[in-house]
Each structure stands twice: as structure tokens, then as C-alpha cells.
């Protein structure tokens, strides 16, 4: 088929569309997160001694950093859902992300100061990666649904970032009701977990998207 | 408005809006605004007039005229698809070139594939072709046999030399050696005996073998 008849053939098969701006989709998917999240936190409780954590500076910056990922990778993934946005938009989360690692990094630190290396020390929490993961998939899906049709372009990345999202959403509402003191602890098992989605949203997204 | 979007289109009625527009990066926007809302003139009139800009992205990764064609309507129908996804407060070149280019790097993966999959039989051929008046099986035991006979000892190889392969008369080839005839047919005798055990084949001659 020639591309002139391929054009007659394309006009002949028009319907009107509305456009649809994937900022717009993704703003609803972070109000539906949040109130997932909240949901889950009203559930379980605010932990006991969430007044004394979050009354640390180090403790605030953490998880408001986390919170910030959060939002500014859905708004990436968004970006990145849009065909000929540039791919700079993939960067928007990682200050945040950076200050985030390095809150954390800076905590273990504080915690073997405090009680030496005693604070290295490291259990298991996979209640921690199972609420990660298991509350961040599906979410996972859901904004890789709303964003479907831009991303076939560039699934990979917009199925990270949408990954990526989830997952520290997830993460910082989880540090509300989850007793976890050490800070290895947090930075390990939930820096798995959120790595863990990330990363099932690159492949899935390949895998699904592409097209 | 000037007529640089393309053959056939000063002959189409363009909105009123349009003739203002000295910029026709602006006629394709409007064109394509018109389209998402269903309407088929506007929509042929942007598909025309972007092709050769579609055509340009795809041979910077596309080389053969005909896959540059495969590309570009790979990315007509993928414009048709996605055309609710063009923010029409956005340029539209971008958009277009994002979906080209995507286009472009999934023709040249197939068709990499594809060349990667055939074998170019010719070279192939040649290779395996024996060298005129010697099969594989020959060369190989000839070489085998040059290969023993310069691992014998230095006295049994001049003895087979003169002996057998300049067929000199035994009295002869003693005298040449320095050896006396009896040892002469001694040194050919374990030569030979050696040989045959190199070459795999068993020793009727018995005899312990040896330097001679």
C-alpha cells in the first residue's frame, strides 16, 4: 500500500478524539494513592513513638524526601508518557531520591554513634518488603494503565518511574505506623522494596507496553 | 499564506485562521487540532505535508530507501493511534519526530535480526573446498606420516631416505650413510616398524624399538 493511499485510507477512518494530558491522569493516581495509604495508616495506627521520630530533623527531611520522590516521579512518568517530551524528565525525582539515600545513609551513621556498632546489626523485615511490594504492584498497574498509551513509546522508563512512585509513597506512609528503629534496617529493607518495584515496573513495563 | 506545505494543497480550502499564519510549523498545529475533532481534510492535508519530515528522521537511523518507507508508515499508523496523545498546546514537530524516530529503531532491529539470521552460503562453499587432487582424509594422512617420519631418530630417517625414498641400491645407500648394509636394512627395518606404530597400525615385526 502506498503512503498516499495509507493517508486516504487513515482520513476515511477518522474519529474525533479528546486529547488527553497524562499530567492530568496522573494527578488523580497520586490522590488515589495517598488515599490508599492513608487508609492503611488509619488501619494500623500512627506508631506509638511517631511524635519523638518525626520531631527529629533528620527523621523530617527522610520522609518528606520520600514523599517527594514519590510525587515528582509520577509527574515524570507523566512527562515521560508524552511522545517527543525530552528525556530529562526522567531526572526529576533524583535529588530527591539522593536526599533520601543520604538521610538514611546520615542516620546510620547517627545510630552507630549512638549505640555503637551494635546498630549495624541487621534483621529480617519482610513485613516491610511485603507491604512495599505488595500495596506498590497494584498501584504499579494503575498508573501504568492510565498512562498506557503515550508510554508505548518509552515503556521502560515510564514503567520505572511509575514503579518508583509507588514504591515510595508506599514507603514514607509505611514509616508512619511501622516500628523499625534502626536505620540500616529502613534503608535496606525498604530501599529493596522500592528497588524491587522499580525495577518490576522497567521490565513489566517492556514487556506490556511496547508496542 | 505561502505554499511551502506540500503539492496539491493550494488547491484545499484552509481555515481563515491559517492565511494570517506566516509560520507553517502554526498551519500544521491548527491542521492537526482540526483532526483530533474529526476532521478528515485537515487530517490528510498534516499527514501530507509532515511525510517528508518523517522520511527526514528515519534516514538519520535508515539507510535503504524502501525501509525508510516502512518506517514512515509504521509511524502514520502510530500517529493515527496516539493522536489523542498531542497536546495541542505543544509544538507538534517534536511529537511527530519522537514516534518517527521510535519507528526507525524498531525497522532497523528488525531488519538486523533478519540479516543477522541469513547465512551468506558462497563464502561458506569455498571454505570447505579441498585443495585440487587431495580429499580431506588424504591430506590429512599425509601429514600425519611427514609428522613421524621427522620425529624418528636421525639415523633411521637418512636410512629411510636412501633406502626407500631415493631407492638407491642397498650397497649403495650404505656406502652414502656410512653405515654397513646390515645396518643399513636394520635402521630401515625399526623405521619402517616405528612408523606403523605412529600411524596406528600394529607391528608384525616385533623387535624392540630403539635408536639404531
Not at chain 1, 123 to 140: A, H
Not at chain 1, 141 to 156: N, T, V
Request: aromatic share 4%; proline share 5%; glycine share 10%.
Amino acid at each position: 500500500m502506498g503512503t498516499d493511499d495509507m493517508i486516504a485510507q487513515l482520513a476515511a477512518d477518522l474519529t474525533p478524539v479528546r486529547p488527553v494530558a497524562p499530567w492530568r491522569r496522573t494527578i488523580s493516581w497520586l490522590l488515589l494513592a495517598m488515599a490508599l495509604i492513608a487508609g492503611m495508616v488509619a488501619w494500623h495506627g500512627f506508631r506509638p513513638d511517631l511524635h519523638e521520630r518525626m520531631l527529629m530533623p533528620a527523621e523530617q527531611v527522610q520522609w518528606l524526601a520520600s514523599v517527594i520522590a514519590g510525587v515528582l516521579a509520577a509527574l515524570a512518568a507523566a512527562r515521560m508518557a508524552e511522545p517527543g517530551r525530552s528525556e530529562a524528565w526522567a531526572l526529576l525525582p533524583l535529588p530527591a531520591v539522593i536526599v533520601w539515600l543520604t538521610g538514611m545513609g546520615w542516620g546510620c551513621l547517627a545510630d552507630i554513634a549512638r549505640i555503637g556498632p551494635a546498630a549495624l546489626t541487621l534483621g529480617t523485615s519482610w513485613s516491610c518488603l511485603g507491604f512495599i511490594v505488595g500495596l506498590g504492584v497494584p498501584l504499579l498497574g494503575i498508573l501504568m494503565f492510565l498512562l498506557k498509551d503515550g508510554a508505548s513509546l518509552r515503556p521502560g522508563p515510564v514503567s520505572a518511574l511509575s514503579g518508583l512512585a509507588a514504591a515510595a509513597l508506599c514507603s514514607a506512609g509505611l514509616s508512619l505506623f511501622h516500628h523499625l528503629d534502626a536505620i540500616l534496617m529502613i534503608l535496606v529493607w525498604h530501599g529493596m522494596a522500592v528497588a524491587l518495584v522499580t525495577g518490576i515496573g522497567a521490565v513489566s513495563g517492556r514487556l506490556a507496553l511496547a508496542r | 499564506m505561502g505554499m511551502a506545505v506540500g503539492a496539491g494543497l493550494c488547491r484545499m480550502r484552509m481555515p481563515a485562521t491559517v492565511s494570517f499564519m506566516r509560520d507553517e510549523q502554526g498551519a500544521w498545529e491548527v491542521w492537526m487540532v482540526a483532526a483530533q475533532a474529526g476532521d478528515s481534510a485537515a487530517y490528510t492535508a498534516v499527514l501530507r505535508a509532515c511525510v517528508p519530515y518523517l522520511r527526514g528522521v528515519a534516514r538519520r537511523r535508515l539507510r535503504e530507501p524502501a525501509s525508510v518507507e516502512d518506517a514512515v508508515q509504521d509511524t502514520l499508523l502510530t500517529i493515527h493511534r496516539l493522536r489523542h496523545t498531542w497536546d495541542p498546546e505543544r509544538p507538534l514537530r517534536p511529537w511527530l519526530a519522537a514516534i518517527a524516530d521510535r519507528r526507525a529503531i524498531d525497522v532497523a532491529r528488525r531488519e538486523g535480526r533478519r540479516n543477522g539470521r541469513e547465512v551468506e552460503l558462497a563464502p561458506l562453499a569455498e571454505t570447505l573446498a579441498a585443495a585440487p587432487g587431495e580429499d580431506g582424509e588424504a591430506a590429512s594422512a599425509a601429514h600425519q606420516l611427514r609428522v613421524a617420519i621427522a620425529e624418528l631418530p636421525e639415523s633411521q630417517r637418512t636410512a629411510l631416505r636412501l633406502a626407500k625414498l631415493e631407492n638407491l641400491p642397498l650397497a649403495e645407500a650404505a656406502a652414502k650413510s656410512g653405515l654397513s648394509v646390515g645396518a643399513l636394512k636394520v635402521a630401515t627395518h625399526r623405521a619402517m616398524a616405528r612408523l606403523r606404530k605412529r600411524m596406528g597400525a600394529t607391528d608384525r615385526g616385533g623387535g624392540p624399538d630403539g635408536d639404531g
